[in-house]
């Protein structure tokens, strides 16, 4: 059964920090890899996308992540918080052909002054 | 810009009513999404539409029911609202099945007494 993890719920980190969320997957073929934010309030906003070649991706507000087939994971990162970045993010998986996917339960980050 | 419109924020409805929620995208998209967004389950697919007047079930439909009578609107529809069903709603557009990255609404915060 495909199914999407995200080992951690909240994270709290400090404005300039590091970061990086955790997204694992479970899939019976190569899928297509997304992370998503969501603003409180706010609808979901696509972040960056893997479907094939280099496994480093480079989104929008600074975000990166790196699609890693052996560990079944797509890990967010960013070198420096905004406050501002203070969100839900999803990661979610998808197939090469077809319409369903299936979205992670979501990592809360806050931001600390 | 991709525009999805959902025509409620904010939804207080009764045990047994009958609930409407529309949405409405502005880019012409095939593909038209209602997801049910739960604390610690993610977004769940509840019916998805790829044509006007074409609708398949996704992971949860019991309880809903969608209308596409128009390219542009896509509804979702709970014949008869019960508690279990108070949640936050998405609704999401994509070009079509060649194109993966889906358009979120800002969701409407549905509350069943």
């Known amino acids: 059964a495909q199914s999407v993890t995200q080992p951690d719920i909240h994270i709290t980190v400090s404005e300039g920090a590091s970061l990086e969320l955790r997204c694992n997957y479970s899939?019976?073929?190569?899928?297509?890899l997304f992370w998503y934010v969501q603003s409180p309030g706010q609808g979901l906003q696509l972040l960056l996308k893997y479907f094939s070649g280099d496994t480093l991706v480079q989104g929008i507000k600074g975000f990166e992540a790196e699609f890693k087939r052996s560990q079944s994971s797509f890990n967010l990162r960013k070198p420096s918080v905004h406050w501002s970045d203070a969100a839900e993010y999803f990661c979610a998986v998808g197939p090469r052909w077809g319409q369903n996917f299936v979205f992670g339960p979501g990592t809360r980050l806050s931001v600390l002054p | 810009d991709v525009k999805v419109t959902q025509s409620s924020r904010y939804l207080v409805k009764r045990t047994g009513e009958k609930v409407f929620l529309e949405c409405v995208q502005d880019m012409d998209h095939e593909n038209m999404f209602w997801y049910r967004q739960d604390p610690g389950l993610g977004l769940r697919l509840i019916y998805f539409?790829?044509?006007?007047?074409?609708?398949e079930k996704g992971d949860i439909p019991e309880g809903y029911s969608v209308s596409r009578e128009k390219k542009e609107r896509f509804s979702l529809i709970l014949e008869s609202a019960s508690t279990n069903q108070t949640s936050m709603y998405l609704c999401?557009?994509?070009?079509?099945?060649?194109?993966?990255?889906?358009?979120f609404g800002p969701g409407t915060r549905l509350t069943v007494t």
């Open positions: 539409s790829y044509d006007v007047k074409m609708k």
């Open positions: 999401a557009s994509r070009a079509g099945s060649s194109s993966y990255e889906q358009y």
């Open positions: 899939y019976g073929a190569t899928p297509y």
